[in-house]
């Protein structure tokens, strides 16, 4: 019989965090791309743009001023798809079912240069970001009625993000989110069943395997994961098991900065083009349970496949049955992991 | 206490086939966009290209030459994700898990003519494209080791498609896809509590109440369902208790073909603009088990939001906590269902 070779033939791998599957089909990226090619990104920003709602200074559409901030800033969105008031009620008429939905959304600034990214950005600067999503993580999970605080960056035009200013925003609510509820469960499965962190008892195999990581230092790990989806898809989560990143030290916390920033300079490297993704925490609901399996991580779900301007589609097959990626996840990582860490443009702020 | 109201208080739906929730935010259309808009499409198509490779006559990439076919023509993908020789295999490392999969990719032309879409089709032509469905779900579902057969359709380039020649895809294989286990769970639950069709009894449901539906004739209905995650997504099902689209009789045929018509020239009209969206037709596995349970239907997902340039994002949230919509579905179904049946450019074929 003929063996399965991961780098050749079609094959489903199981992701370990939400219980699902993801199809692999290493071989598919030499097929003829008539489609959609997007527009290169000009990077030629002023460090201060008067039309920005997000930077200092500036009045926004609620008519609120923004301080004249020197690090980092948060505050509720002026249009937030969460409300905290909303009726406690639910709606129930057949077959129908709805329930409200109470929750804050918060805008979080990075930097007040508005020409600046992550990867851009001083150690010491992304730190300040860092010790911000604590204390946001920390007070809005305090809250009654906030249950679970996702912190997440859209970056870039592709990606959605509206305003290329530096910043993420926070969405925190009542209910668990239904891809939090998937991993809680596989994290707490494994918990009952070995005593043991699911994700670091992962992170340890990977340090082992020696394939799939991207970079590494004392504190954090950052790797293309096995079930990855995304084609250049990276998770960077702390060697020791935390549950949330209100328990980082403050030397973890310039660990994270650090890897934060390599990781994302490897990504603008890639294509040399500022690399557009969705990042987002996931760590442990702030419901009150102890949640001792949850092992924090940041996650990055970059849509581009083959250049600047040609993207992975996640349409048709896989909305309607099953995701699937086209390169396979260890030629990702050799990729990410063989790129230099100095920024190709070289300006450093 | 006040109650909630649908049409203005942010909310969760549950989707009955799936049993997910999606977060439904209706005051959210309001907010300032700053970001991508998408170019808008030209129309102008010849109605054969030379260099299309589903064109009639013309040479693909393979070297295979296409047969001069005067209405539909399928084809085993060239460049598919599934392949039906991967060895029967697994693998398997500590917190690692690989299965071999095994399958067939086709390409389904719906008309020999380059210039044309659905909406634009003859009734009678898109019956015939009904029909190489029935026939290449009876065929390849019969094939040892395909038990699951999924039909679907990525239109515009918004859509990751990479070529305009109206065409759909068929990726049959070995296991079933996880959107579609989702759906056998949920209906399968209902059957046997029930005795009954869960979406038929939903579709009895939504005809009483009258509020999200979109187009019906005998046969089939069309609406955008109440857990609807895409701005303008729309439903058809037959009113049938039907597994598959091969159970459909030669006059049942003839509706589907009008319902499909009447919903994509609704949405070309919407925005004056050829609609993107990806279409799939969800049915029983062919698996061999008897799946009562199942209803088929067929999904259309449409990312535009608010204009043919300004599209909705699943990215950030959604990706890494929760669907979630800005249009509630009532408003959406009742402005599809208020659009003329006429198509926008007049120029039928
Ligand atoms: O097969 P195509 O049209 O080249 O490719 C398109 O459809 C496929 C199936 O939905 C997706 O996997 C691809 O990402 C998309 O670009
Ligand atoms: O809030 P923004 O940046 O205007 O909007 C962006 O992020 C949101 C949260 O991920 C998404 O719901 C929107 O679709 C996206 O365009």
Redesign the pocket.
């Known amino acids: 019989m003929m063996s399965l070779n991961l780098d050749e033939h079609p094959h489903r791998r199981h992701n370990i965090l939400t219980g699902e599957w993801v199809l692999v089909s290493p071989h598919r990226t030499k097929r003829p791309w008539q489609g959609k090619q997007e527009g290169t990104v000009s990077e030629e920003r002023p460090k201060y743009d008067e039309n920005c709602y997000l930077c200092p200074g500036n009045t926004r559409a609620s008519g609120e001023v923004n301080p004249n901030y020197e690090s980092t800033y948060s505050f509720t969105?002026d249009?937030s798809?969460l409300l905290s008031d909303t009726p406690d009620d639910g709606y129930e008429d057949g077959l129908l079912r709805a329930r409200n939905e109470t929750g804050i959304?918060k805008?979080v600034c990075f930097s007040p240069n508005h020409s600046l990214t992550l990867p851009l950005m001083k150690i010491e600067a992304i730190e300040k970001v860092i010790g911000l999503w604590q204390k946001e993580y920390t007070e809005l999970g305090a809250m009654e009625n906030i249950n679970h605080v996702q912190i997440?960056e859209?970056k870039g035009e592709l990606?959605?993000?509206?305003?290329p200013h530096p910043h993420g925003?926070i969405?925190a609510q009542c209910s668990v989110p239904q891809e939090v509820e998937k991993k809680s469960r596989q994290q707490l499965h494994y918990w009952r069943k070995n005593g043991a962190s699911l994700l670091q008892d992962y992170l340890i195999q990977e340090i082992h395997l020696n394939e799939r990581i991207v970079a590494q230092n004392e504190d954090f790990l950052a790797l293309v994961p096995f079930w990855a989806v995304w084609p250049y898809e990276v998770m960077i989560a702390p060697k020791k098991h935390y549950q949330n990143i209100e328990q980082l030290a403050k030397s973890e916390r310039t660990g994270f900065a650090e890897i934060i920033k390599e990781v994302t300079i490897k990504y603008d490297n890639l294509f040399e083009t500022p690399f557009p993704y969705?990042m987002g925490i996931h760590q442990a609901p702030t419901d009150g349970a102890g949640h001792e399996e949850w092992h924090f991580h940041m996650s990055f779900y970059p849509p581009l496949l083959r250049s600047a301007t040609v993207r992975k589609f996640m349409v048709g097959y896989e909305m309607f049955a099953n995701p699937q990626r086209d390169i396979t996840v260890e030629q990702a990582a050799q990729t990410l992991r063989k790129l230099s860490n100095e920024h190709y443009s070289q300006k450093s702020d």
Do not use: E, K, L
Request: with cysteine; net charge neutral.
């Open positions: 969105n249009f798809a959304c805008v997440f859209n990606m959605g993000c509206s305003n925003q969405w969705s």
